[in-house]
């Protein structure tokens, strides 16, 4: 069955660093567009950078650019979210997706970060 497990969730202090890890099976993930997302409380589930099933193209929300990077190992069926810089906003729960154009859509339990002093 398919699986997307994280880790590297925590807490973390402004202006720190986390690196999240999202393993995947249970599919090709060398075919799969990978994507994080997170979700504040009080709010909508936004879409905070995704990468192309070969790691050619990535896209980031402004609010992360310059301070987020995501990257992936296809042969370790993995994909990376190296946080720096973080900031009390970025806290939330922290979803690994994995998607092969808009017909097969996998998402992973979650995993928080908390921002604080």
């Known amino acids: 069955q398919v699986q997307l497990v994280e880790s590297g969730g925590g807490l973390v202090q402004p202006g720190g660093s986390l690196r999240l890890s999202c393993a995947a099976s249970g599919f090709t993930f060398s075919n799969y567009a990978m994507s994080w997302y997170r979700q504040a409380p009080g709010k909508e589930r936004e879409v905070v950078t995704t990468?192309?099933?070969?790691?050619?193209?990535?896209t980031y929300a402004d609010s992360v650019k310059g301070r987020f990077t995501i990257s992936r190992d296809n042969a370790k069926n993995t994909v990376y979210l190296q946080m720096n810089s973080l900031k009390p906003e970025d806290a939330g729960v922290y979803y690994c997706?994995?998607?092969?154009?808009?017909?097969?859509?996998?998402w992973g339990q979650g995993t928080q970060v908390t921002v604080s002093s």
């Open positions: 997706r994995a998607n092969w154009r808009r017909a097969y859509v996998y």
């Open positions: 990468i192309s099933s070969t790691g050619g193209s990535t």
